[in-house]
């Protein structure tokens, strides 16, 4: 197929995963906005903003380190605005949305019918509301509509997208974000719990990633009702049976990169299935005895990052000269 | 119109090649070699089957005489998913009278594109590698470029997607490069190469006239077609019917004024208010100059222009065009129409049984044009 068009499909997996994972951790700060800590609350925004690489456009709020302030109750407007609503800020559901779309637009005739008015819909439905729209309702019940939002387009794409290249490369794009984003969150949240900043972190915050994540139920099941933030983090870094896990979003990202076979530069083909095959040893073999959990996460989200590049150049960016002809 | 696109295609061929024609003096030479749509780099190219216009889309309206040309339109024509689109609101929503009559099928225009692209083949093979090259999204027609691209199951192509090296077009795949052997092209000739034409295009691909000019891909339409439905060559179609089909035309032209030629200028400043005058470049229905609309001081004004610069003018009558009945905002009102057929050449000729039909919105106007907030309709051909 065309690798620009490969290219979109990538990005549509993307772009809406990331809707997906943001979704559901506004989902989770909106429930901590109810009844958790001042504390808590901080930490929830820090922790959404930090692993999602960005900042709010806002410079009061931006400079609160400055000031030696915190986020809490009073900036949680302005902050769900930032990561909902604001176009200038590429993380916003918003903006991925909308950016999802412009791919799937531009990409429309290697998506099916179904999946273009699934996703048109749902862009629809939130493209003209507003931070004060869904505040004073129901935010909670607005951040859970845009997970089933991403989760039926999902399940429209299975059941009607032709199993070639098109659904490679639409899932590998999926899987990769999942595997960044969910590097970079249990980053952030192995080194808060290592810190004195957050040394009254509770149990409250692991056990929301668990609930967040669907693996709750998975975690009672095998280690019972107690939070054990190292059996959390084990879960959802190393579990080979949790779909929402790292380890079974690299296992799925290097089963698709063989369903692709040898990609136009061998080179950068190549290197791309060696640095998938080294992150699912890193995180299958040597996580389980490792000591240093944040170092490992940190040399895993740097080797996903060059995997997105290899992926990049092997199959979308290519140089003419390296490439194959027919 | 069959026999029109005949003639059309062989002017093109004959100007660019021997240009008998012109020697023989049917057309004057400065009016060919003068026109602003020749293209030099065209001259001594061998086109592929000798069909530079596999795609036309001639515009036809309804006068009390019959049918009249009022243009063809052979170097994008578009608006043929709107007509299929048509139909398909049509079935959708009068199914049953819809099936009261034996309308004849539009649907089956992405066959018939296939077929004609598949026989430009440079290689002459029976699955040749067809692209629909788009400028891209934020183009007007990119609805019909990406409907098109799906009907005849060809890649919808950008310029940075194709290379041109060794003489061969590639595109990028996700296989690595493949070579393309029939370019659906939807972009205008300034913009095809910027090494042949604009040098600041970036919709089209560097090289690729090269690549056309050896004969290693086919390019749909051909460059330089606008040469023969610029404004002021259209008055000579029934001519070039006559001198290379030995054919009397059987679908005529609308009455057409020259106004470089200056009994044609005369007449047209004394009779202003009864013509409609149109540059001879333009497109969309933009530039026109309709006199009973406008007051003695506009045409003075413009008469003056017309004085300074006749030879970017034509003039023609004022048509009572045909109106078909239009539902308006609740009502039934009638509207100008004109229909817009689609000839498709390869090594023949093939047009479905219907037409794009444009309706001219606003009460009273003439203007049909989609770019002027024109509408459509969907048109049956009922078969007997």
């Not at chain 2, 049917?26 to 020749?38: A, T």
Request: charged share 25%; aromatic share 10%; with cysteine.
């Amino acid at each position: 197929m065309l690798a620009r068009s490969a290219h979109g499909l990538y990005w549509i997996g993307r772009y809406l995963k990331r809707v997906e994972h943001t979704s559901r951790l506004m989902e989770l700060q909106m429930n901590a906005l109810v009844d958790c800590t001042w504390d808590q609350i901080h930490f929830g925004w820090l922790r959404l903003f930090r692993h999602l690489k960005t900042s709010p456009h806002n410079e009061e709020l931006v400079n609160w380190e400055e000031h030696g302030d915190s986020w809490g109750l009073t900036d949680s407007f302005a902050l769900a605005d930032e990561l909902s609503f604001v176009m200038q800020n590429e993380s916003s559901i918003l903006s991925c949305f909308t950016m999802g779309r412009e791919n799937a637009r531009q990409m429309r005739h290697c998506i099916s019918s179904e999946m273009w008015i699934c996703l048109n819909k749902a862009y629809f439905e939130i493209r003209d509301l507003s931070i004060e729209d869904i505040w004073t309702r129901d935010p909670m019940q607005f951040y859970a509509n845009r997970v089933q939002d991403v989760n039926t387009f999902m399940g429209v794409c299975a059941a009607t997208l032709y199993r070639d290249e098109r659904w490679e490369f639409l899932q590998i794009g999926r899987l990769i974000e999942h595997a960044q984003l969910m590097l970079a969150l249990m980053s952030f949240q192995n080194k808060s719990s290592d810190s004195d900043e957050f040394e009254d972190l509770e149990h409250y915050d692991w056990w929301s990633l668990l609930h967040c994540f669907q693996a709750d139920e998975a975690y009672q099941h095998y280690f019972g009702a107690k939070i054990q933030p190292e059996h959390v983090m084990n879960m959802l870094v190393a579990d080979q049976l949790l779909p929402n896990s790292i380890d079974f979003s690299l296992n799925q990202i290097a089963d698709r990169l063989s369903a692709l076979g040898e990609a136009p530069s061998n080179r950068h083909g190549a290197m791309a299935n060696r640095f998938i095959g080294r992150l699912v040893a890193l995180i299958r073999f040597e996580w389980p005895d490792a000591e240093n959990k944040t170092r490992m996460l940190t040399l895993a989200e740097s080797l996903a990052l060059k995997l997105h590049d290899h992926i990049a150049t092997a199959w979308f960016n290519y140089e003419v000269d390296d490439s194959v002809r027919f | 119109m069959i026999q029109r696109i005949a003639a059309l295609n062989k002017f093109i061929v004959d100007v660019y090649g021997p240009a008998r024609i012109l020697s023989d003096g049917v057309i004057p030479i400065d009016h060919v070699r003068g026109c602003p749509q020749y293209r030099i780099e065209m001259q001594g190219v061998s086109i592929p089957l000798d069909v530079p216009v596999g795609i036309c889309g001639t515009d036809l309206v309804r006068v009390d005489e019959g049918f009249r040309v009022l243009e063809d339109n052979l170097r994008v024509p578009s608006g043929v998913s709107y007509m299929i689109a048509n139909r398909q609101a049509t079935k959708t929503n009068f199914r049953e009278l819809y099936r009261r009559y034996r309308v004849r099928d539009v649907e089956k225009y992405g066959t018939l594109l296939y077929e004609t692209l598949r026989e430009f083949d440079p290689n002459g093979s029976n699955d040749p590698c067809i692209v629909l090259l788009t400028p891209g999204v934020f183009n007007a027609a990119f609805y019909e470029h990406m409907f098109l691209a799906d009907e005849i199951g060809a890649e919808l192509v950008e310029g940075r997607d194709l290379l041109v090296n060794d003489g061969f077009v590639y595109m990028r795949t996700t296989s690595g490069l493949r070579k393309v052997d029939v370019i659906y092209r939807r972009i205008d000739d300034d913009f095809l190469d910027p090494l042949f034409y604009r040098r600041d295009s970036i919709l089209g691909v560097p090289g690729l006239m090269h690549a056309y000019r050896k004969g290693n891909v086919a390019l749909v339409n051909a460059p330089g077609t606008g040469i023969a439905d610029d404004k002021s060559i259209y008055a000579y179609v029934p001519d070039m019917i006559r001198y290379y089909l030995s054919e009397d035309p059987i679908l005529l032209n609308v009455e057409t004024y020259l106004l470089r030629d200056s009994e044609d200028l005369e007449y047209t400043l004394d009779n202003l208010e009864h013509l409609v005058v149109k540059p001879v470049g333009g497109s969309g229905g933009y530039g026109l100059f309709i006199g009973a609309e406008k007051t003695v001081a506009e045409r003075d004004a413009f008469s003056k222009q017309l004085r300074e610069d006749p030879d970017n003018y034509i003039a023609q009558p004022i048509l009572a065009i045909s109106r078909a009945p239009c539902w308006i905002e609740r009502n039934i009102e009638p509207r100008c129409v004109d229909l817009r057929p689609f000839i498709l050449t390869g090594k023949e000729s093939r047009l479905v049984g219907g037409a794009f039909c444009r309706i001219a919105l606003p009460k009273g106007s003439l203007v049909v044009n989609s770019s002027q907030g024109g509408g459509a309709k969907d048109l049956w051909v009922v078969k007997n």
